[in-house]
């Protein structure tokens, strides 16, 4: 005989634990973890430009193996002053330990600070927890000289109104030239298989409106292929697909002087 107490238990934990999203995979869950760093040194999280300097902005590096590294390691070629380089998510192809590692390798190569943003393969594959171990937060703000970077996640196609709510509030008091960066494009709709990458059009409306008058530059990926759109003052650029099948090498730089800020983009010849 069935004991009824003890069916109906194991039926509910069997399925809440195959509907529940793992905690790594929850992009609300992420936000308790903002703070931690594992990667970014304290010298890396508060780097001094100068008045007058340059980065570099690259997207969808897609660290697979040793020569995709080797691959990322060429935007070093690139450099010509530039002081530190944001990648715009999916940084690994498959978020595993071993692809992550090979990043962390390739980039401190390279010589100067890197702001990885996490991107759905980053997180999405092993459900984020090598990125919480060996990465740390995936969100957060480095505040460069008279410049604030804002690396937000939106891995899920979302950012959760606990991250925008921050946002706003930290926007309230940033540099004067405020730069940010996120994975998922706000406006080409994904198609299937992809279709859950669809960013929220109330979400969307909710960050462009904070951003309005307090961004310069919103850097975007994940469509691989380069994009560009104006509103309310704000410039969003999509880039390009800088590794993986069929990359790139595509990149931009963005240059901050007295006169302003401009940007240019340029590629790597594999």
């Known amino acids: 005989m069935v004991n009824r107490p003890v069916f109906w238990l194991c039926a509910v934990l069997l399925f809440s634990a195959c509907t529940l999203p793992s905690y790594y995979n929850d992009y609300e869950s992420r936000f308790d973890w ?4 594992r990667f970014l040194t304290p010298a890396d999280r508060a780097p001094s430009p100068g ?3 340059s980065f570099i902005v690259v997207s969808d590096i897609h660290i697979g193996g040793a020569r995709d590294a080797l691959d990322f390691t060429r935007l070093g070629e690139k450099l010509n002053g530039a002081q530190f380089i944001v990648i715009t998510g999916d ?8 692809e992550l590692r090979l990043f962390i390798e390739a980039a401190r190569s390279l010589g100067v600070p890197c702001y990885p943003a996490a991107g759905n393969h980053d997180i999405y594959t092993e459900r984020g927890k090598p990125w919480r171990e060996l990465i740390g937060s995936t ?6 000289g008279g410049a604030s970077l804002f690396i937000l996640d939106n891995a899920n196609a979302a950012f959760g109104y606990d991250q925008l709510d921050w946002l706003e509030t930290q926007l309230r008091r940033a540099g004067k030239n405020t730069f940010v960066f996120f994975h998922e494009n706000l406006f080409v709709e994904a198609s299937p298989p992809d279709f859950e990458q669809t960013t929220d ?12 008058g307090r961004a ?9 292929r380069r994009m560009e759109k104006e509103f309310g003052g704000v410039r969003y650029i999509t880039l390009e697909n800088y590794g993986a099948t069929g990359g790139t090498g595509g990149f931009c730089r963005v240059r901050v002087s007295s006169g302003g800020v401009s940007w240019e983009f340029d590629r790597v010849v594999f």
Do not use: C, W
């Not at 940084?91 to 071993?98: A, I």
């Not at 969100?139 to 460069?144: E, K, S």
């Not at 059009?201 to 309005?212: N, P, Y």
């Open 91 to 98: 940084v690994t192809n498959q978020g595993s330990r071993e």
């Open 51 to 53: 008045e007058e300097y």
């Open 34 to 37: 903002r703070d931690e760093f």
């Open 139 to 144: 969100m957060y703000r480095i505040d460069a």
């Open 216 to 224: 310069g530059l919103v850097f975007m990926g994940h469509i691989h």
């Open 201 to 212: 059009i109330r979400e969307r409306a909710k960050i462009m409106s904070a951003l309005k």
